[in-house]
């Protein structure tokens, strides 16, 4: 499955930005993707999924304009609640 995404943001005494992001899941085991920042920052993210419930993702972030702000590397852990089973105990 191919999940496009757009993101906006602004606060106020900061620039206006938009985030760019395509993500590619395949049976739901693994994904891929990457995206642009308007503030001149390419990312791209690579996930396994764990269980049903739980998978891990891992981000790097490249600064392709602005030398002072660092590349940096994420980690992101994401549990999926299921609401249907818990309303139903």
């Known amino acids: 499955m191919v999940n ?3 993101l906006f943001k602004y606060a106020e ?3 206006f930005q938009a985030d760019l992001n395509l993500l590619i899941n395949y ?3 693994v994904e891929f993707g990457g995206g642009y920042r308007t503030s001149k920052s390419l990312n791209v993210l690579a996930g396994f999924h764990l269980s049903d419930n739980f998978r891990i993702i891992c981000t790097y972030n490249k600064s392709i ?3 002072v702000i660092p590349d940096t590397f994420g ?3 994401n549990y999926i609640i299921d609401s249907e089973k818990a309303l139903s105990n």
């Open 75 to 77: 980690l992101v852990l």
């Open 13 to 15: 005494g900061a620039p």
């Open 27 to 29: 049976k739901n085991k």
């Open 4 to 6: 496009p995404s757009v």
């Open 65 to 67: 304009h602005n030398i």
